[in-house]
């Protein structure tokens, strides 16, 4: 299902989710990416647009009693204070933001142990919530249904003059698959399509290294 750009804020605030947050996060990595140059070492851009942006998003959502911030498995996440909804922040490829595009976004760098596990298992409730509902008639279909709650993602994708955005809630993720597929989003049950986010006047002029795609491939591991 997609949720169109005009309706996301109404959505996502449903599940509590506030968008100027997300906004805020992106703006900052994508300033904090535009500072890299080629002194830097290869792959700086990308990871520094990550962790920008999970930076300012946690920094702007735990501001207040809503929402707290964890680091299981050495997996950055915000997580509502009652558990019932959890956000995390991914590096996508060009469908991101693109509601025209079949299968949807593809990750850029495939997901580590920590979010394959943390998938699995809410994937195993999702399927017990979906069944119940299914016995009762009524599977949720349509925009004015109850969200999803559990594992969501917010996607974005560094364009030429813009990032693409959306918070999208993944259908699976590959566990098993060759080394190209073996973490990587199998497909999307809800899309919410952002507006892109314009870079401001300080980030204005500079063409981040990452432009068009992540220049790092890296997979978050389990703390030793």
């Not at 996060?25 to 994508?30: I, K, R, S, T």
């Not at 890299?36 to 207040?64: C, E, K, Q, Y």
């Not at 929402?67 to 909804?85: C, F, H, I, S, Y």
């Not at 399509?193 to 290294?209: E, N, V, Y």
Request: hydrophobic share 40%; with cysteine.
């Amino acid at each position: 299902m997609i949720v169109p750009d005009d309706r996301a804020e109404d959505y996502l605030r449903r599940l509590g989710i506030p968008t100027q947050a997300i906004y805020q996060g992106v703006e900052l990595g994508d300033l904090r990416a535009a500072d890299i140059d080629a002194f830097h070492p290869r792959g700086s851009a990308g990871t520094t647009r990550w962790i920008g942006t999970v930076g300012g998003l946690r920094r702007n959502m735990v501001d207040g009693r809503e929402w707290k911030q964890l680091d299981k498995l050495n997996r950055p996440t915000v997580e509502r204070a009652d558990g019932k909804v959890s956000l995390s922040v991914v590096g996508c490829n060009a469908a991101t933001g693109d509601p025209e595009s079949i299968d949807g976004p593809r990750a850029a760098n495939r997901r580590g142990p920590a979010t394959i596990a943390a998938l699995k298992d809410q994937l195993e409730l999702d399927l017990i919530m979906v069944a119940a509902l299914a016995s009762g008639g009524s599977t949720p279909a349509s925009i004015d249904d109850d969200a999803p709650l559990g594992q969501w993602f917010v996607l974005y994708h560094r364009a030429e003059n813009r990032v693409q955005l959306e918070v999208s809630k993944a259908a699976g993720i590959d566990e098993q698959g060759d080394d190209r597929k073996t973490g990587q989003f199998t497909g999307w049950l809800v899309r919410v399509i952002l507006d892109p986010h314009q870079p401001g006047s300080a980030a204005a002029g500079k063409r981040p290294l990452d432009v068009g795609g992540d220049d790092v491939d890296f997979t978050i591991v389990r703390a030793s």
